[in-house]
């Protein structure tokens, strides 16, 4: 059948690597660049499309390169700027994408820009940051709180004002209503695409502007917020720290940016839970390619929560635009840990990589890599460390890859102490183990990813669900010309019958289960306790 011509980044996968904990090569016990670059055969192996990279950039690491202290360098700990032209070059022969973190927000409190801006108040850089007086009681300038805990303001005793925070205080937020601000970062953006970076991921990019007139946030009545719990944060709606309109000409102009260099994307991390807000994103075409969706992570492990979610996602998208799916990241729980076990990582995994839009797969989701438990003295997040109580600490979904059973999982040299203590599975989950066990999660992603790559109603075709099955189960159709895909996915612990007579029957291409199914009679499609099936329909069925 004729394919539509598509951009990769809509037929493709994106895999996240977070460099600390990825591949360490030199032996200090953290992930590096020339650890990625030996570990790219696999990735392609694996049937990625693109890596996406987290921050690799000079930083005091008090958020693990979150705070940028030179946003065109590299990190001495990662390795040199050859050592990422290597990487991308290698990346290029395998017919693998780069795409990049770049964190606009706010810059480490180190960086020279911060430093010059704090010097004085009439530095020329004073402006580059949000600075402003005390109350006339000599308090912070408003109510508005830090992501990270407590106020979003930090006094500065040298110049008597106060400077704004969203995260820690040694993440000073910059001021985009500053032109040179803006000019400086579509800078920096234009050197990274000079190197060939195939994309970007913009950091909590619907917080780079805020209120013109710093008007307090209102108290939060709904008891809801970010979708995970972040404790005294979600006690205020953030409609005046965050989503103003001016975030989007800013986005335009970046869009116009990346158009001039061809096929390039522009991703976001849009972590918001109110559709029109996250769609706003898309612009009028002219903005982020591909705006975040983390909706389907906050989710209990329920067939109709999951069903409405994707549904209503399907009903707002703009016309023309993408879908896309987030599953997994470095800031929230493993997807094993999330729903409940291995069972259910497996019919995510499926429902992950057959919904229509692109899907972004977290590394070692593929291998079934579950939290692990760190101890209170091995903790290292800052968020774990200064937001006390609340358990959001991000160290359990962020230990090394598990490539072998060796000491230290083939990560790190035997002898070395890894960043993060390691999962105490990973003599059994890991790349070497699963590589040939036709029953692994590993073997599941792969034939998945292939299934998606190999039919056009995978990754380009339409989205219809299936009413009339049962309530703990999520049926839908996928359907590109003559080729019909039906997913069937069963969230409970019980085995399920479906009555699908109407759709005729089919082969099972895939399921959750190891064992090959074959064909199927529609009319009493049964599913296994937590069991998904990717089933071709007979044709006129």
């Known amino acids: 059948m004729a394919e539509r011509k598509i951009p990769w980044w809509q037929k493709g996968i994106i895999y996240q690597i977070y460099p600390r904990s990825f591949k360490d090569s030199n032996g200090d016990g953290i992930g ?53 032209e290597r990487l991308l070059g290698t990346a290029h022969s395998l017919d693998l994408k780069v795409i990049l973190d770049f964190v606009p927000n706010h810059s480490s409190d180190q960086h020279p820009w911060f430093q010059e801006s704090k010097s004085s108040r009439d530095n020329p850089k004073r402006d580059w940051y949000v600075w402003r007086d005390p109350k006339p009681d000599g308090g912070p300038p408003n109510n508005w709180l830090s992501v990270f805990g407590g106020i979003a303001w930090e006094w500065d005793g040298t110049t008597e004002q106060y400077y704004l925070h969203s995260f820690l205080k040694e993440q000073p937020d910059l001021n985009w209503r500053n032109p040179e601000v803006q000019q400086a970062m579509l ?29 307090d946030n209102p108290p ?32 335009r102009a970046f869009r116009r940016l990346f158009d001039s260099y061809g096929d390039r994307v522009l991703i976001g991390e849009t972590h918001l839970f109110n559709w029109a807000d996250l769609v706003a994103f898309y612009g009028d075409r002219d903005e982020l390619h591909v705006p975040f969706n983390f909706a389907l992570i906050y989710l209990d492990w329920d067939a109709a929560s999951f069903r409405r979610v994707v549904d209503e996602y399907e009903a707002v998208l703009p016309l023309g635009a993408w879908p896309n799916y987030v599953l997994g990241c470095h800031d929230d729980h493993r997807i094993a840990t999330r729903y409940g076990g291995m069972a259910q990582a497996r019919t995510a995994a499926m429902l992950l990589l057959t919904l229509r839009g692109t899907p ?19 903790v290292q997040d800052p968020w774990g460390l200064q937001v006390k109580g609340i358990g959001a600490g991000r160290d359990p979904e962020r230990t ?42 590993l073997t599941l992603y792969r034939r998945l990813i292939q299934l998606r790559r190999d039919m056009p109603a995978l990754h380009v075709g339409q989205y219809r669900p299936v009413d009339g099955v049962p309530a703990d189960c999520f049926v839908y159709l996928r359907q590109e010309g003559d080729q019909r ?18 759709l005729g029957d089919g082969t099972v291409m895939l399921s959750t289960y190891p064992d090959e ?23 006129g069925g």
């Open 517 to 539: 199914r074959g064909h199927v009679d529609l009319s009493a499609l049964v599913l296994r306790p937590h069991e998904g099936v990717l089933i071709e329909l007979t044709a």
């Open 360 to 378: 972004t797969v977290y590394y070692g989701e593929e291998i079934g890599m579950a939290d692990v438990a760190i101890p209170p003295e091995q």
């Open 187 to 215: 800078d920096v953006l234009r050197f990274w695409l000079d190197k060939g970076v195939d994309g970007v991921r913009i950091d909590v990019i619907f917080k780079i502007f805020k209120d013109l007139q710093l008007r």
């Open 400 to 441: 090394p890859m598990q490539w072998d059973g060796s000491p230290n999982a083939g990560f790190t040299a035997e002898g070395v102490v890894p960043w993060l203590p390691l999962a105490p599975d990973f003599a059994t989950v890991n790349v070497a183990a699963e590589k040939d066990d036709v029953s692994s999660m």
């Open 220 to 251: 939060r009545t709904d008891g809801h917020g970010h979708g995970k719990n972040l404790g005294e944060y979600d006690s205020q709606y953030h409609i005046y720290d965050q989503l103003q309109p001016e975030a989007h000409e800013v986005l």
């Open 32 to 84: 590096d660049l020339h650890g990625i670059i030996e570990k790219l055969e696999y990735v392609k192996w694996l049937g990625m499309d693109a890596i996406w990279i987290s921050p690799i950039y000079p930083s005091p690491m008090a958020d693990f390169g979150y705070d940028v202290s030179d946003y065109v360098g590299i990190h001495p700990m990662f390795g040199t700027m050859e050592d990422f």
């Open 485 to 502: 895909l039906l997913v069937a996915l069963n969230f409970c612990a019980d085995e399920r019958e479906l009555t699908l007579s109407y």
